[in-house]
């Protein structure tokens, strides 16, 4: 099975996509602003190219990535 990456996978929605893509046999990056594989803050558009250019550079057979802030705002602040 391929490898898969899921946003906001720390709960709700996204946990319950994480859960279902690992039972169907799929490896899962987790990517959240806490709890996750890959910690990012996807408001923040720095964090969201950070976090694209690592599941890439990672070793993985495929990749796939989502996430926009529903308003369409690109924050200028940073979390660390």
Same mark, same amino acid.
């Given at each position: 099975?391929?490898?898969? !990456?899921?946003?906001? +996978?720390?709960?709700?929605?996204?946990?319950? *996509?994480?859960?279902?893509? &690992? @039972?169907?046999?799929?490896?899962?990056?987790?990517?959240?602003?806490?709890? !996750?594989?890959?910690? +990012?803050?996807?408001?923040?558009?720095?964090? *969201?190219?950070?976090?694209? &250019? @690592?599941?890439?550079?990672?070793?993985?057979?495929?990749?796939?990535?989502?996430?926009?802030?529903?308003?369409?705002?690109?924050?200028?602040?940073?979390?660390?």
């Amino acid at each position: 099975m391929g490898v898969c !990456a899921v946003t906001g +996978a720390a709960s709700g929605i996204g946990l319950a *996509v994480k859960e279902r893509l &690992e @039972a169907d046999g799929h490896d899962v990056i987790t990517v959240d602003i806490r709890d !996750a594989d890959l910690v +990012a803050d996807l408001s923040d558009r720095t964090q *969201v190219e950070g976090a694209i &250019e @690592a599941i890439a550079a990672g070793p993985f057979l495929s990749r796939s990535f989502g996430g926009t802030p529903r308003n369409g705002s690109r924050s200028t602040s940073r979390r660390t």
